[in-house]
């Protein structure tokens, strides 16, 4: 006498097999993926904007006050951190050239220090640095400066 069986369903080993194979494909994707990199690669180009935001400011109060920066704040050639424990340049941007404020680093800007720096050369270029841009994430990356 045989006994049939109608439908057998599928042996631990089927299922683990497959757990497994689910697994290393979603390690593969994670890896490719790379969130960390992502979300730094991210943090690095809204550094990119806010230092391009700030010297384009800069820029426009120079051109209308005919070559001038007209600030309370001096730009030496020393590096100042820009806020208001540095060189504070809100009164002199906000709200005319930058609408909402100056513009604070992703990864915990404050107003007190935004997380950029502001200097000028001998020969009167303005540079704004992200020196946050060098991301650990990211390897080889670097401090971001933007001269004009």
Same mark, same amino acid.
């Given at each position: ?8 369903? $599928?042996?631990?080993?089927?299922i683990l ?11 593969? *994707? ?8 992502? $979300?730094?690669q991210?943090?690095n ?5 806010? *230092?391009n935001? &700030?010297?384009?400011? &800069? ?8 070559? *001038? $920066?007209? +600030? ?19 009164? +002199?941007? *906000? ?22 720096? &502001? ?6 270029? &303005?540079?704004? +640095?992200a ?6 994430a990211?390897?080889g ?7 004009r």
């Amino acid at each position: 006498m045989k006994q049939t069986h109608g439908s057998r369903g $599928f042996t631990l080993i089927e299922i683990l097999v497959v757990i497994g194979l689910i697994a290393i494909l979603a390690a593969i *994707v994670l890896i490719a993926i790379n969130p960390g990199r992502q $979300f730094a690669q991210a943090r690095n180009m809204q550094r990119e904007a806010n *230092v391009n935001t &700030i010297l384009n400011a &800069i820029g426009q109060n120079i051109a209308e006050n005919k070559g *001038v $920066f007209n +600030c309370t704040v001096s730009l030496g050639a020393s590096t100042s951190t820009i806020g208001t424990d540095g060189a504070n340049l809100g009164p +002199c941007l *906000v709200p005319t050239y930058i609408a909402s404020g100056i513009p604070l680093d992703p990864s915990g800007g404050t107003t007190v220090n935004t997380g950029y720096t &502001i200097s000028t050369s001998t020969s009167g270029r &303005i540079m704004v +640095c992200a020196p946050n841009h060098a991301e650990t994430a990211i390897s080889g990356s670097v401090g971001y400066c933007l001269i004009r």
